[in-house]
Protein backbone atom coordinates (compact mmCIF):
# COMPACT_ATOMS: atom_id res chain seq x y z
CA UNK A 1 0.00 0.00 0.00
CA UNK A 2 1.47 3.12 -0.82
CA UNK A 3 2.56 6.02 1.94
CA UNK A 4 2.30 8.65 -1.13
CA UNK A 5 0.13 11.81 0.13
CA UNK A 6 -3.74 12.34 -0.67
CA UNK A 7 -3.88 14.49 -4.40
CA UNK A 8 -5.85 17.85 -3.19
CA UNK A 9 -9.30 17.41 -5.31
CA UNK A 10 -10.56 20.85 -6.51
CA UNK A 11 -14.14 21.98 -7.65
CA UNK A 12 -13.38 24.67 -9.64
CA UNK A 13 -16.79 25.86 -8.74
CA UNK A 14 -16.40 26.27 -5.25
CA UNK A 15 -13.32 28.57 -4.85
CA UNK A 16 -12.72 31.88 -6.01
CA UNK A 17 -12.24 34.01 -9.55
CA UNK A 18 -8.82 34.94 -8.12
CA UNK A 19 -8.20 31.23 -7.27
CA UNK A 20 -9.06 30.09 -10.45
CA UNK A 21 -7.01 32.34 -11.97
CA UNK A 22 -3.94 31.40 -10.43
CA UNK A 23 -4.59 27.87 -10.63
CA UNK A 24 -5.19 27.59 -14.77
CA UNK A 25 -2.52 29.79 -14.67
CA UNK A 26 0.15 28.26 -13.39
CA UNK A 27 -0.40 24.96 -14.80
CA UNK A 28 -1.44 25.74 -18.00
CA UNK A 29 2.61 27.07 -18.62
CA UNK A 30 4.16 27.71 -20.56
CA UNK A 31 1.63 30.08 -22.55
CA UNK A 32 2.60 31.46 -26.18
CA UNK A 33 1.96 35.38 -25.99
CA UNK A 34 -0.51 37.03 -28.58
CA UNK A 35 0.88 40.56 -28.67
CA UNK A 36 -1.46 41.98 -30.53
CA UNK A 37 -1.48 45.44 -32.22
CA UNK A 38 -4.54 47.21 -33.87
CA UNK A 39 -5.47 50.75 -35.11
CA UNK A 40 -7.58 52.49 -32.41
CA UNK A 41 -9.64 55.71 -33.04
CA UNK A 42 -8.25 58.70 -35.74
CA UNK A 43 -5.66 56.19 -36.19
CA UNK A 44 -4.00 55.97 -32.79
CA UNK A 45 -1.72 52.50 -32.40
CA UNK A 46 -2.57 50.25 -29.75
CA UNK A 47 -0.47 46.94 -28.28
CA UNK A 48 -0.99 44.94 -25.86
CA UNK A 49 -0.01 41.54 -24.86
CA UNK A 50 -2.50 38.29 -24.43
CA UNK A 51 -1.21 34.64 -23.21
CA UNK A 52 -4.86 33.50 -23.77
CA UNK A 53 -3.25 32.92 -27.23
CA UNK A 54 -2.56 30.14 -29.38
CA UNK A 55 -2.47 28.40 -33.53
CA UNK A 56 -5.61 27.20 -34.22
CA UNK A 57 -5.43 25.47 -37.82
CA UNK A 58 -3.28 25.88 -40.37
CA UNK A 59 -5.65 25.60 -43.85
CA UNK A 60 -6.68 28.14 -43.24
CA UNK A 61 -3.85 29.43 -41.48
CA UNK A 62 -5.98 30.97 -37.93
CA UNK A 63 -5.27 31.97 -34.76
CA UNK A 64 -7.27 32.62 -31.93
CA UNK A 65 -6.79 35.52 -28.69
CA UNK A 66 -8.97 35.37 -25.82
CA UNK A 67 -9.72 38.78 -24.25
CA UNK A 68 -10.62 39.74 -21.34
CA UNK A 69 -13.38 42.72 -20.29
CA UNK A 70 -12.83 45.35 -17.99
CA UNK A 71 -15.34 46.05 -15.35
CA UNK A 72 -16.12 49.35 -17.66
CA UNK A 73 -16.42 47.55 -20.79
CA UNK A 74 -14.45 45.72 -23.50
CA UNK A 75 -10.87 46.47 -23.93
CA UNK A 76 -9.54 48.30 -26.23
CA UNK A 77 -7.69 45.84 -28.28
CA UNK A 78 -11.42 43.93 -28.53
CA UNK A 79 -13.28 47.32 -29.50
CA UNK A 80 -10.01 48.03 -32.05
CA UNK A 81 -10.48 44.31 -33.77
CA UNK A 82 -14.40 44.98 -33.97
CA UNK A 83 -14.00 47.96 -35.91
CA UNK A 84 -11.22 47.25 -38.24
CA UNK A 85 -11.61 43.65 -38.77
CA UNK A 86 -8.49 42.87 -38.23
CA UNK A 87 -5.26 42.92 -36.36
CA UNK A 88 -1.51 41.46 -35.88
CA UNK A 89 0.23 39.27 -33.72
CA UNK A 90 4.23 40.14 -32.98
CA UNK A 91 5.91 37.01 -31.90
CA UNK A 92 7.40 37.94 -28.58
CA UNK A 93 11.22 37.06 -28.62
CA UNK A 94 13.85 37.32 -26.15
CA UNK A 95 15.30 40.87 -26.96
CA UNK A 96 11.58 42.24 -26.92
CA UNK A 97 10.67 41.04 -23.28
CA UNK A 98 11.11 44.06 -21.57
CA UNK A 99 9.31 45.81 -24.37
CA UNK A 100 6.17 43.93 -24.05
CA UNK A 101 6.43 43.81 -20.30
CA UNK A 102 5.75 47.84 -20.68
CA UNK A 103 3.03 47.20 -23.12
CA UNK A 104 0.94 45.52 -20.64
CA UNK A 105 0.41 48.10 -18.31
CA UNK A 106 -3.01 49.34 -17.99
CA UNK A 107 -3.23 52.36 -19.23
CA UNK A 108 -6.50 54.70 -20.51
CA UNK A 109 -8.09 54.18 -23.75
CA UNK A 110 -6.09 56.02 -26.10
CA UNK A 111 -2.76 55.98 -24.92
CA UNK A 112 0.02 54.89 -27.20
CA UNK A 113 1.78 52.03 -25.76
CA UNK A 114 3.79 51.64 -28.80
CA UNK A 115 5.66 55.21 -27.55
CA UNK A 116 5.11 53.82 -23.92
CA UNK A 117 7.49 51.39 -24.90
CA UNK A 118 9.66 52.89 -26.76
CA UNK A 119 8.78 51.19 -30.25
CA UNK A 120 7.80 52.46 -33.53
CA UNK A 121 4.45 51.25 -35.78
CA UNK A 122 4.64 50.39 -39.00
CA UNK A 123 1.49 49.84 -41.64
CA UNK A 124 0.65 46.48 -42.65
CA UNK A 125 0.21 45.38 -46.28
CA UNK A 126 -2.81 43.74 -46.23
CA UNK A 127 -4.80 44.26 -43.11
CA UNK A 128 -5.77 47.53 -41.65
CA UNK A 129 -3.33 47.09 -38.47
CA UNK A 130 0.17 48.28 -37.53
CA UNK A 131 2.87 45.79 -36.69
CA UNK A 132 6.10 46.26 -34.05
CA UNK A 133 9.23 47.31 -35.79
CA UNK A 134 12.00 45.05 -36.30
CA UNK A 135 9.69 42.36 -34.77
CA UNK A 136 11.29 39.02 -36.20
CA UNK A 137 8.10 37.15 -36.98
CA UNK A 138 4.14 39.11 -37.46
CA UNK A 139 1.28 37.85 -38.64
CA UNK A 140 -1.20 40.26 -40.08
CA UNK A 141 -4.54 38.47 -39.23
CA UNK A 142 -7.90 39.67 -40.77
CA UNK A 143 -10.69 38.95 -38.28
CA UNK A 144 -12.43 35.60 -39.28
CA UNK A 145 -14.57 34.99 -36.29
CA UNK A 146 -16.03 35.92 -33.02
CA UNK A 147 -16.58 33.87 -30.20
CA UNK A 148 -18.55 33.80 -26.60
CA UNK A 149 -17.19 32.36 -24.21
CA UNK A 150 -20.59 32.21 -22.37
CA UNK A 151 -20.58 33.31 -19.02
CA UNK A 152 -16.97 34.20 -19.05
CA UNK A 153 -15.57 37.55 -19.31
CA UNK A 154 -13.54 36.86 -22.56
CA UNK A 155 -14.58 37.19 -26.02
CA UNK A 156 -12.31 34.91 -28.46
CA UNK A 157 -11.26 36.60 -31.83
CA UNK A 158 -10.32 34.34 -34.53
CA UNK A 159 -7.84 35.62 -37.21
CA UNK A 160 -7.21 34.23 -40.44
CA UNK A 161 -3.67 34.31 -41.08
CA UNK A 162 -3.09 36.40 -44.72
CA UNK A 163 0.98 37.79 -44.54
CA UNK A 164 3.98 36.78 -42.64
CA UNK A 165 6.76 39.19 -42.15
CA UNK A 166 9.91 36.87 -40.98
CA UNK A 167 13.12 38.64 -40.82
CA UNK A 168 16.60 37.11 -42.48
CA UNK A 169 17.84 35.92 -39.40
CA UNK A 170 15.02 33.22 -38.93
CA UNK A 171 16.64 29.76 -40.89
CA UNK A 172 14.15 27.45 -41.48
CA UNK A 173 15.27 23.86 -40.31
CA UNK A 174 16.80 21.90 -42.88
CA UNK A 175 14.41 20.15 -45.59
CA UNK A 176 11.09 21.99 -44.18
CA UNK A 177 9.40 25.45 -43.61
CA UNK A 178 9.59 25.46 -40.16
CA UNK A 179 11.09 28.21 -38.33
CA UNK A 180 13.86 27.04 -36.24
CA UNK A 181 13.79 27.75 -32.58
CA UNK A 182 16.85 28.61 -31.71
CA UNK A 183 16.92 31.19 -34.48
CA UNK A 184 13.71 32.45 -32.84
CA UNK A 185 13.98 32.50 -29.37
CA UNK A 186 10.49 32.79 -28.10
CA UNK A 187 9.33 33.90 -24.67
CA UNK A 188 6.42 31.63 -23.09
CA UNK A 189 4.22 32.94 -19.84
CA UNK A 190 3.83 31.76 -16.81
CA UNK A 191 2.27 32.70 -13.91
CA UNK A 192 2.30 35.70 -12.79
CA UNK A 193 5.53 38.02 -13.32
CA UNK A 194 7.79 34.80 -14.29
CA UNK A 195 8.31 33.97 -18.05
CA UNK A 196 9.89 31.10 -19.88
CA UNK A 197 12.49 31.63 -22.46
CA UNK A 198 13.84 28.61 -24.66
CA UNK A 199 16.43 26.61 -22.85
CA UNK A 200 17.64 23.33 -24.14
CA UNK A 201 15.53 22.47 -27.02
CA UNK A 202 15.06 18.22 -26.58
CA UNK A 203 13.77 16.60 -30.20
CA UNK A 204 11.46 12.99 -29.39
CA UNK A 205 11.06 11.56 -32.18
CA UNK A 206 7.42 10.45 -32.86
CA UNK A 207 6.89 6.39 -32.88
CA UNK A 208 6.96 4.61 -36.22
Known sequence: MSDAPTARTIDPDEISGRDRYQLLTSLVVPRPIGWISTWGV?????????SYFNALASTPMLVGVSIGHRSSGPK???VNIRDRRAFCVNIVTEPF?????STSADVAPGIDEFGLAGLEPVPCKRVSAPFVHGCPAVMECELQQEVSLGDAPNTLMIGRVVVLHLDPSLEAVAGTSAIDPEALRPVGRLWGASY????TVISVPRPE
Open 42 to 50: NDEPNLAPF
Open 76 to 78: DTL
Open 97 to 101: LNAMN
Open 196 to 199: ATLG
